[in-house]
Structure formats: structure tokens, C-alpha cells
């Protein structure tokens, strides 16, 4: 009889119970467990439940186990325990083994605890009409157990045996229905975080001597002011305003109306709580949340809190390989916004750290680069319609070049979207200025009454509060992180006063002289800190201000379970916390302010922070060792601050190409800059010459990008040096056709020639026909820039014979477009549209959007020197609605000025205007002044055909200054021309005259032929 109950049980019990342990419960039989350690034991009994199970319908038997067991199994599992087995009315459960946390018997309690009261709400049993109150009765204790499997060798389960296991079911068996006891081990390990009662001694079956239960009665109300504090913040004062300016701001963006946030304060004055305060307010649950900072360390590492967005974004997990990540990131943008499907690489460029090489990123277009951020901002903007944004990026004075730039590119544009961007930063941004429109709050130090009453509530002894709170207002100056180090220190100095049993208060405080800066308090706190404990402290600073405990063990050499222990240590001292854990890693601590982790930075000696950053390094070289491409900014640092040279040159190489891939140049700059630094202090064999070389023509490529072209010649130069030193031919070819590239920006084609003319020489030495396709493009461009239109006919045509035999389709639409360009300057305007058509057709194969808008354009402009005005408008109106739909607002604004060119010829001027009214906006909106001095051209055009002369040259000047100052030749000389034209109209012929020798003279000068002949006929007229 007795057995088949105990099946019946079992059978209810199943879906809780592991096989193994049901099939080993009915068996009674085993082998022996083989491991003495500690656990704690709790067994909870549930009175009578069998017997009601019993009375009941099988139906409505499962049911109430149901709604008893599953929170029950849950709380077990959510403190870290396991159920071990299910006897009777009840069931056994193991914290501690077979794995151990520091603080095993607390959480028992803590599990226990939450266990009873989940039982007496969901205990009533309605029979009938009467109501049964199910009670559980709960015994705990803790010490050794015999552990280990037992089982067959095909069905082996864990289980812990011995004396403690014994007394914990004793407890249990002891408890009046609604307690929970628990033994004296426990009872020491548990008491200063929870409430018992005092103890009772009871005898037990089969033990001689008495021995002390207590009475688990609840969790302490936290007395001591680090307990106060764990888990939660100190009681947030003062901020009335700035938190209602913050709400507003949260409801207008809520109601699309996007805002910028700026909130700005000292070190430690609460940005970073009020921000906290802002995501408690419930309307917050109706956005998506993205918080990410900065970090003095990552000041070089592009898109650093970009990143972190995307990632979360696209739902990456750090175990995800590159097809992975690819995938996803397609999925999401197809929801998101369809689209930007074409710029899924860029994304996957961001997240999976691929790169381009130099050659790869040189065939691009420029607008490529622009167009990055614009996209990513795109895809963030299209996402917030389905839900609210709330961005928040703290720390802003350590931001990299590239989210700076970011940064500036979404507050210009986010005011119709539900976006609030906020962000936090020390001190005023040398860039704030182009953060436009954003509302700034700036923190200033609490007020005194609101300093006493934050102090009132942290220090909890009432006489160390009347002797101290004075001196603390006064010193701490309203700064809360102050007040809060000040406190800790005072309930240092309380506790070991306490524990030595000093004396009285008044005494000890009476001269306890607080340190004038919030950094010597906390410096001083921690010099009070035992030497190992410290030790500890300070190598974990070299990691940053996130600790993750794998390399901090695999640093410090300890035992994970020892290395915890002083974890747990430090963090009751509230110099470190735990963060919420990411998936791949264990356990993760943060510094509990950057204050602590910057000064425990500063106090190691300059050598040992160089060994531990080499130490560092080498670890995550192990520990990252498939994912090391996601790493090597971090290596790049690490490396960097040690010296181990080779490595620091190696990694901040990668970081800069990883950089230049994501067109973060500026951040390249920063990476390439500071290896060649290195590097140059070593001894340069043939290995370093090499690097050098190619670094210095990487760097160049960034500089000349971001228009530093004179800082890039004086690169390449360098680079031309060091690799002609070792005959390197390949590079050599590189670097020449990179200074050819930078020549012909700068719009010098006779020198741009000459360097492409030596680079083909050497790029046909050694075989290489793409570089020779690519190299005999830009021959054939500069020369027809230059006037030279047959010979850059034939050598375009040369370069496409060559990419048609290796299929090289990037390089064969660019040369066929500009075969189109070489028409369009003969005026064969029909021959023009067919070749870029031609090139049409291969940009939309390679799914090039960057290339195919800009021909469209071209085409839009052939026909409108072919003077088919419709075909134009269509052609330019299509490349206006591509540039719309990938937020290339860019290339919206160049086509809007040949659209306005195009009304103008037809003379409809309220078409002209409208487009000189929205393109101004757009580059104003970019703050591109080279875009601007087009639009000012053009409204010069539209005033000179409105006759309205005066105003007219006021806007061709403006322009002309502008060209001038950008060094844009061919425009400066250009616009010359027309105002020339403009003042011959005028009858102004003593001026006309003059303006049209300038732009002749500019226009010979850079070998730009096209104009030439014209500017020659009207100055012959003028003579006559
Ligand atoms: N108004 C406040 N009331 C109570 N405590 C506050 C208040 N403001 C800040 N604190 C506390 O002061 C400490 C420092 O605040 P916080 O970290 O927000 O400073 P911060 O301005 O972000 O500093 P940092 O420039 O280093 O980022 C925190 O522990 C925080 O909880
Ligand atoms: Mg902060």
C-alpha cells in the first residue's frame, strides 16, 4: 500500500523531477557518492498535501500542484539551487554542490523565505465549501556532506549524504507548519543579513548532546550604510527641474517631435543619476532604451557606442560567426526599413570587423564615405517607428571623432522623429557648438538643505550625524559623489571603531580631518584596504572600468573562488559592483565610479602598468583567440600602453585599416599616426621599412579623404622613401598612383599624370592588370580634365579592354562612365547618355546605389546639354528619389542645383528658386561650403537673367571667394567666366574684361581647355 502511494506521488511529480532521480528514488539502490564539501540542505515538507492530493480528481490534483510546485522549482532555481529529490509531502534541495557560490546559505534563506510566501498565497485549497490552508514546514542547515553521483554507469544523478543532510530533515521535522528553522551553522553564516530568533536548543533523535535551532524570520532591514546601499542608490535629492525638463522632453519626443539633451557637470555631480531617474519614469517602458558610453580608452575606437546599439539592435550575441551576424543584420534591416538592404555590408563591416584593403577602399567613390553615416543614421531613424528611441550616450568628453560626427549628423535631423537623444559629458564639447539644437542642462552642486538631508539619510548613527554633518556640507561643497566617499570613509572608521571598541563617537570624529578633494577621500579609503586586497584593486583597473573575472583571474593567477571571495570584499567596501552578467561570461564587476578605477590606475608604478597591459594583452590574444578581429582596438590600447612594440605596432595597424574600412578616417588617422611613432623609434630593418611604407600611404589616403592634402603629399613622400629603400615594387606602385589620386583632387592633372604614368610602368613590371585598369582610368580622366580629351579617350579605352578580360565590373563602370564624361566634353551629348547608360547597366549588377545615382545624374545632365529638358528632369528626379531613400541628403543637394541649372535654361523661375531655397537648406544642414558657393552660383544665374545686375555679382563673388579658399580651380576659374559673361551684359566692358583674363588664366593653368576657346572669342569681341 505504502508503495504504490509513493508511485502515485511520483508519477504527479514527474514533469519536475529529472528521470534519472525518479527511476533512482523507486530503485532505492546506488553506488557510493565519493566528495566531502559544504552545502547547505533545505527540506521543505507541505502538510497534508498528499492525503488532500489524494481526496481530490486526478484533474484537479494537478492543477493544485501546479500552481504550489512550479514557484516553488522556480525559486529554487533562481537562488541557484537544485531539487535534489521529492519524498512524501515535500521535497530536498541542495545549494552548494556540486557548484558553490560564496554565499550559499543566504540564498537558501532567501529561497526559503520567498518559498513561504508563495505557499501562503497560493495555499488555499477550496473542498467543497470549506477552504484548506496548506502550510509548509522548512528546515535548513548547513555544513559537510558526502557528495557526489550515484547510479548505475548508464543513469547516474547527484546527491549530497551525511550528518548535516540528517539534521536539516530533523529541522524540518521540528518546525510548526508556517516556520522555517534553521541550524547554527547557518545561522553564523546568514545573521547579519537576516532576522531569527534566539535560539532554542532542541534534541534530536540520535545526537547527544542539545543542540541551537533558530527561527528564520525575514531579511534584515539594512542597518549599516553599506547595506543601505547594496543594490540600490543613495535616496535621490533635489533635481525638480531639471527631471521635469527631462519629461517634457521624453513626452515631445514621444509625440515625435525629436529633442536633443545636453547635460553637462563636474565629476560626481549626478548626470548619470538624473539620467537614471529619467528611465524609472513609466513612459519610458514605452521606448527602446540604448545606453552606451564613452571611454578614455576608447577614444580612438570608432563608432565605440555605436556599436553597442547595433549589436543590440540586430540581437548579436558574441558566439555568432560572420555568416551569423550577416544574416541577421539582412533579416532586421528587411524589417526595419527594406530599402537600406544595399548597405547591409557597411552594417556587417560595423559588427563583424571585416576590412578593405588600401586598393580596395581607393576605387571607391568619395561620396562612399559620406554616405556611411548617413545610412546608419538612416536605419536608426527608420527603427524608432515602431517604437520610441530613448539614446543615451554618456560620457561624451571621451567621444571618438566618428560618433562625434555621428552625433552632430542626428541631432541636425532627428526633430520629426520619436527620438530623444541624450547626452552627458564633464565639460563643455569643443564640437557642442554644432550639436544644433540641443537644450542643455547644466548641473550645479546640490543645495546645503538638500546636502544635510542626503546626509541625515546615509549616515543612520544619529550622534556621528550631529558631529560631522557640517563639516561634510562644507566640505563636499553639494557634490553627492563628495558626500557619498566622505560617508563611506566615516563608516569605516565607524565599523573598526566598533569592532575595536574604542570608546565614544565624539571622540574618534572629533579630529577626523576630511581630505578637500573627492579624490584623495577615495584615495585614502582605499589605502586602508589590506595589501592583497588592493593588489587586486589595482590590476583590475588595467582592464578598464568593466572587470571581467575570467582575465582578472587569468591576470592575478588566483583561484576563481578565492579571487570571488575578494571580489565580494571589495565590493562591500563599494569600490567595485556586479553587473548584470552577459551571457559568455561568468561573473562581471564594473568600478563603481570611473573616480575609483582612474585613481587606482594612477597609483601603480609606470613599469608595472606597462607589464600588467603586456600581461593583459597576451590573455585576450588566448581567451579571444577565433573572435580576435572584434578585439584588436582593445589589444591595439593594451599593447600600446606596454612594451611589447612589435604587438603595439601590429594591433594599432589593424585598428586603423579596421577604422579606414568604416570610413571613421579620422580615427584611422589617430591608429596609423601612432604606430608610425613606434615604429620609428625602432631600428629599421627591411620588416619595419616595409610597414612604414604602407602605413604612410594609409595615412595619406585618410588625410587626403578629410582634406589634408598637403599633410598627405608630405605622407606619401615619406612612404615613396622608405619603400624605394627595400625596393619594394609592388607598394611602390601603390603609393605612386595614390600620389597620381591626390594630385588629381587637387585638380593638378599634369603632375597627377606623371605619377600615373610611373605607376603604370612598375604596375606592368610586375603583372598587375587590375592596378594597370585602375591606374589607366585615372590617366584617362586627368586627361580629359586637362583638356586632352582624345588621349583620355584612348586610355579609358584601354583600361575597359583590360577589366572586361579580368571582369573587374567596379573599375569597368567607372572607366565606361567616364568614356561618357569624354563625350559630354566634346559635346556629343547622344554618344555621352549611351556610354553611361552602358555603365548603368553594370552598376545595377554589382548593386553599386552610390555609383548608380551619381550616373543618373550624369545622364539628367547630357540631356539637359542635349536640351531634351524632360529627360533630364526625369533622370535628375530619379537620382533626387534614390538619394532620398538612402538619406543621401548629399547627393539630394547636388541634384537639386542641376535641376535649379535645368529650370533656369527654361526659364521658370519659381522652380529655380524653390531649388535654391531647399539645396541651400540641405548644405547649410551639412554645413558644406563648397555646396553652398554652387547654390550661390546659381542664384547669381537666375539674378543675371533677372537683370538684376548688382545683386548678381555680390552672389558670383561669393562664390568665387569660396572656390578660392577650397583651392577648387576649375569652378573658381569657371565662375569667373560667367560673371565676365554676366558684366558684358551688364556693358560694364573694363570689368567683363578683367574677370574673363582671370578665369582664362586659372583655366590655363590647371590645363582645363574646355572654356578656352570661348573666353578667346569673347575677349576678341570685346576688343572690337
Ligand atoms: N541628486 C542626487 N541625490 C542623491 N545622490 C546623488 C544625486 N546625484 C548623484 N548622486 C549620487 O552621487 C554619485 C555620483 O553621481 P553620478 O555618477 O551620477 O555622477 P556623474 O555626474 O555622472 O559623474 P561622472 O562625470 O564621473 O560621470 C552616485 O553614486 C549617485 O547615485
Ligand atoms: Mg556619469
Known amino acids: 500500500m505504502k508503495e504504490k502511494k509513493q508511485n502515485n506521488i511520483l508519477e504527479l511529480f514527474s514533469p519536475y523531477v529529472p528521470e534519472a532521480v525518479t527511476s533512482r528514488i523507486l530503485e532505492g539502490k546506488g553506488s557510493l557518492p565519493s566528495e566531502r564539501s559544504e552545502a547547505t540542505i533545505v527540506f521543505i515538507d507541505i502538510r497534508g498535501f498528499t492525503k488532500l492530493a489524494d481526496q481530490l480528481d486526478p484533474e484537479k490534483a494537478i492543477e493544485i500542484i501546479n500552481n504550489i510546485f512550479e514557484p516553488i522549482v522556480g525559486l529554487i532555481d533562481k537562488y541557484g539551487g537544485s531539487i535534489n529529490k521529492f519524498l512524501g509531502d515535500g521535497l530536498m534541495a541542495i545549494f552548494g554542490a556540486p557548484f558553490s557560490h560564496e554565499d550559499d546559505p543566504e540564498r537558501a534563506a532567501r529561497a526559503s523565505l520567498e518559498i513561504m510566501k508563495s505557499i501562503e498565497e497560493n495555499g488555499k485549497i477550496k473542498i467543497g465549501n470549506k477552504?484548506?490552508?496548506?502550510?509548509?514546514?522548512?528546515?535548513?542547515?548547513?555544513?559537510?556532506?558526502?557528495?557526489?553521483?550515484?547510479?548505475?554507469?548508464?543513469?547516474?544523478?547527484?546527491?549530497?549524504?551525511?550528518?548535516?543532510?540528517?539534521?536539516?530533515?530533523?529541522?524540518?521535522?521540528?518546525?510548526?507548519?508556517?516556520?522555517?528553522?534553521?541550524?547554527?551553522?547557518?545561522?553564523?553564516?546568514?545573521?547579519?543579513?537576516?532576522?531569527?530568533?534566539?535560539?532554542?536548543?532542541?534534541?534530536?533523535?540520535?545526537?547527544?548532546?542539545?543542540?541551537?535551532?533558530?527561527?528564520?524570520?525575514?531579511?534584515?532591514k539594512k542597518i549599516s550604510f553599506f547595506e543601505q546601499k547594496k543594490n540600490s542608490h543613495s535616496p535621490f535629492m533635489g533635481r525638480e527641474k531639471e527631471l521635469k525638463n527631462l519629461k517634457e522632453a521624453l513626452k515631445k519626443s514621444y509625440q515625435s517631435k525629436g529633442q536633443v539633451i545636453e547635460i553637462s557637470g563636474e565629476l560626481g555631480i549626478g548626470k548619470s543619476r538624473l539620467i537614471l531617474e529619467l528611465t524609472k519614469e513609466s513612459l519610458t517602458k514605452e521606448f527602446n532604451i540604448f545606453s552606451s558610453n564613452c571611454s578614455s580608452w576608447e577614444e580612438s575606437k570608432p563608432y565605440a557606442p555605436l556599436r553597442e546599439i547595433f549589436i543590440k539592435i540586430f540581437g548579436i550575441k558574441f558566439d555568432d560567426d560572420f555568416k551569423e551576424i550577416d544574416k541577421k543584420i539582412e533579416n532586421k534591416i528587411k524589417e526595419i526599413d527594406s530599402s537600406l538592404l544595399f548597405a547591409s555590408s557597411y552594417f556587417s563591416r560595423l559588427l563583424s570587423s571585416k576590412t578593405k584593403s588600401l586598393e580596395e577602399m581607393m576605387e571607391q567613390s568619395k561620396e562612399e564615405s559620406n554616405l556611411f553615416i548617413r545610412v546608419v543614421k538612416k536605419l536608426l531613424f527608420s527603427f524608432s517607428s515602431k517604437k520610441p528611441l530613448l539614446i543615451i550616450i554618456e560620457d561624451v568628453q571621451w567621444i571618438d571623432d566618428a560618433s562625434g560626427e555621428f552625433l552632430i549628423q542626428c541631432s541636425k535631423e532627428l526633430k520629426e522623429y520619436p527620438i530623444l537623444l541624450l547626452y552627458s559629458l564633464r565639460e563643455s564639447l569643443k564640437k557642442r557648438d554644432s550639436i544644433a539644437g540641443s537644450k542643455r542642462i547644466r548641473l550645479l552642486p546640490l543645495k546645503n538643505t538638500e546636502s544635510d538631508k542626503l546626509i541625515r539619510l546615509l549616515i543612520k548613527e544619529n550622534d556621528i550625524y550631529q558631529l560631522m554633518s557640517e563639516k561634510i556640507i562644507s566640505t563636499a561643497n553639494g557634490n553627492p559623489l563628495f558626500i557619498e566617499e566622505i560617508v563611506r570613509g566615516i563608516e569605516e572608521?565607524?565599523?573598526?571603531?566598533?569592532?575595536?571598541?574604542?570608546?565614544?563617537?565624539?571622540?574618534?570624529?572629533?579630529?577626523?580631518?576630511?581630505?578637500?578633494?573627492?579624490?584623495?577621500?577615495?584615495?585614502?579609503?582605499?589605502?586602508?584596504?589590506?595589501?592583497?586586497?588592493?593588489?587586486?584593486?589595482?590590476?583590475?583597473?588595467?582592464?578598464?572600468?568593466?572587470?571581467?573575472?575570467?582575465?582578472?583571474?587569468?591576470?592575478?593567477?588566483?583561484?576563481?573562488?578565492?579571487?570571488?571571495?575578494?571580489?565580494?570584499?571589495?565590493?562591500?567596501?563599494?569600490?567595485?559592483?556586479?553587473?548584470?552578467?552577459?551571457?559568455?561570461?561568468?561573473?562581471?564587476?564594473?568600478?563603481?565610479?570611473?573616480?575609483?578605477?582612474?585613481?587606482?590606475?594612477?597609483?601603480?608604478?609606470?613599469?608595472?602598468?606597462?607589464s600588467l597591459h603586456n600581461k593583459i594583452g597576451t590573455v585576450m590574444e588566448e581567451m579571444y583567440l577565433s573572435k580576435i578581429d572584434a578585439k584588436v582596438e582593445e589589444l591595439a590600447y593594451h599593447f600600446k600602453n606596454s612594451d611589447d612594440q612589435e604587438k603595439a605596432v601590429f594591433y594599432l595597424n589593424k585598428a586603423g585599416d579596421k577604422a579606414q574600412s568604416l570610413y571613421a578616417f579620422k580615427n584611422a588617422i589617430n591608429y596609423y599616426r601612432d604606430s608610425i611613432k613606434i615604429l620609428e623609434l625602432t631600428e629599421l630593418e627591411k620588416e619595419q621599412l616595409t610597414q612604414l611604407s604602407e602605413i604612410y600611404n594609409k595615412l595619406a589616403f585618410s588625410r587626403s579623404i578629410i582634406g589634408e592634402r598637403k599633410e598627405a603629399e608630405i605622407n606619401l613622400t615619406k612612404a615613396l622613401e622608405y619603400c624605394r629603400k627595400i625596393r619594394d615594387k609592388d607598394n611602390e606602385s601603390l603609393i605612386l598612383m595614390s600620389m597620381g589620386n591626390l594630385y588629381g583632387d587637387m585638380g593638378q592633372w599634369d603632375k597627377a599624370i606623371e605619377y600615373f604614368q610611373d605607376s603604370l610602368l612598375i604596375s606592368e613590371e610586375i603583372n598587375n592588370l587590375r592596378r594597370k585598369a585602375s591606374i589607366l582610368k585615372g590617366i584617362g580622366l586627368a586627361c580629359l580634365f586637362k583638356g586632352d580629351t582624345s588621349t583620355g579617350y584612348s586610355y579609358l579605352k584601354e583600361s575597359i579592354n583590360i577589366c572586361k578580360e579580368i571582369k573587374a565590373l567596379d573599375v569597368y563602370a567607372m572607366a565606361l562612365n567616364n568614356i561618357g564624361i569624354y563625350y559630354d566634353m566634346l559635346g556629343r551629348w547622344k554618344k555621352a547618355?549611351?556610354?553611361?547608360?552602358?555603365?548603368?547597366?553594370?552598376?545595377?549588377?554589382?548593386?553599386?546605389?552610390?555609383?548608380?545615382?551619381?550616373?543618373?545624374?550624369?545622364?539628367?545632365?547630357?540631356?539637359?546639354?542635349?536640351?531634351?529638358?524632360?529627360?533630364?528632369?526625369?533622370?535628375?528626379?530619379?537620382?533626387?528619389?534614390?538619394?532620398?531613400?538612402?538619406?543621401?541628403?548629399?547627393?539630394?543637394?547636388?541634384?537639386?542645383?542641376?535641376?535649379?541649372?535645368?529650370?533656369?535654361?527654361?526659364?521658370?523661375?519659381?522652380?529655380?528658386?524653390?531649388?535654391?531655397?531647399?539645396?541651400?537648406?540641405?548644405?547649410?544642414?551639412?554645413?558644406?561650403?563648397?555646396?553652398?558657393?554652387?547654390?550661390?552660383?546659381?542664384?547669381?544665374?537666375?539674378?543675371?537673367?533677372?537683370?538684376?545686375?548688382?545683386?548678381?555679382?555680390?552672389?558670383?563673388?561669393?562664390?568665387?571667394?569660396?572656390?578660392?579658399?577650397?583651392?577648387?580651380?576649375?569652378?573658381e576659374g569657371e565662375t569667373y567666366y560667367e560673371l565676365g559673361d554676366m558684366l558684358i551684359l551688364k556693358r560694364d566692358i573694363d570689368l567683363a574684361k578683367k574677370n574673363l583674363i582671370k578665369s582664362q588664366k586659372i583655366l590655363k593653368n590647371i590645363g582645363a581647355k574646355k572654356h578656352l576657346i570661348e573666353i578667346e572669342e569673347k575677349l576678341n569681341n570685346l576688343k572690337k
Not at 541550524?183 to 536548543?201: M, Q, V
Not at 565607524?494 to 572629533?510: H, M, Q, T, V
Not at 543618373?856 to 526625369?874: P, R, V
Open 131 to 220: 477552504v484548506k490552508n496548506l502550510k509548509a514546514r522548512i528546515g535548513i542547515n548547513t555544513g559537510l556532506c558526502i557528495s557526489g553521483e550515484i547510479g548505475s554507469a548508464s543513469r547516474k544523478e547527484f546527491t549530497v549524504i551525511g550528518d548535516t543532510v540528517n539534521l536539516a530533515s530533523r529541522l524540518q521535522a521540528n518546525a510548526t507548519p508556517g516556520k522555517i528553522l534553521i541550524g547554527e551553522k547557518t545561522f553564523h553564516r546568514i545573521k547579519d543579513n537576516f532576522i531569527t530568533s534566539p535560539p532554542r536548543k532542541l534534541k534530536i533523535k540520535g545526537k547527544k548532546d542539545l543542540v541551537s535551532v533558530y527561527i528564520l524570520k525575514g531579511e534584515e
Open 493 to 610: 572608521r565607524r565599523l573598526s571603531a566598533d569592532k575595536d571598541r574604542l570608546g565614544n563617537y565624539p571622540e574618534i570624529f572629533a579630529n577626523f580631518q576630511i581630505p578637500d578633494t573627492v579624490q584623495s577621500i577615495a584615495r585614502a579609503r582605499i589605502d586602508l584596504l589590506p595589501v592583497g586586497l588592493k593588489e587586486i584593486l589595482y590590476q583590475a583597473s588595467v582592464l578598464g572600468r568593466d572587470i571581467e573575472i575570467k582575465l582578472l583571474q587569468k591576470i592575478t593567477n588566483l583561484e576563481v573562488k578565492i579571487l570571488l571571495e575578494m571580489m565580494k570584499e571589495l565590493q562591500k567596501h563599494e569600490f567595485i559592483e556586479e553587473v548584470e552578467a552577459a551571457p559568455q561570461l561568468q561573473r562581471y564587476f564594473a568600478f563603481t565610479h570611473s573616480l575609483i578605477q582612474e585613481i587606482a590606475y594612477n597609483s601603480l608604478l609606470f613599469k608595472t602598468r606597462r
Open 833 to 971: 547618355i549611351e556610354a553611361y547608360k552602358e555603365s548603368l547597366s553594370i552598376a545595377k549588377k554589382i548593386k553599386n546605389i552610390i555609383v548608380i545615382s551619381n550616373i543618373m545624374n550624369n545622364i539628367g545632365f547630357a540631356y539637359s546639354s542635349l536640351g531634351e529638358s524632360k529627360q533630364a528632369i526625369y533622370y535628375l528626379k530619379e537620382s533626387v528619389k534614390i538619394a532620398d531613400k538612402i538619406g543621401d541628403i548629399y547627393n539630394k543637394g547636388i541634384n537639386y542645383i542641376h535641376l535649379g541649372e535645368e529650370y533656369l535654361k527654361k526659364n521658370e523661375f519659381t522652380e529655380v528658386k524653390y531649388y535654391i531655397f531647399h539645396g541651400e537648406k540641405i548644405f547649410d544642414e551639412l554645413d558644406d561650403k563648397l555646396g553652398l558657393a554652387d547654390i550661390y552660383r546659381l542664384e547669381a544665374k537666375l539674378l543675371k537673367k533677372l537683370e538684376r545686375w548688382k545683386d548678381s555679382e555680390i552672389f558670383f563673388k561669393k562664390a568665387i571667394k569660396t572656390y578660392l579658399k577650397f583651392g577648387d580651380k576649375i569652378n
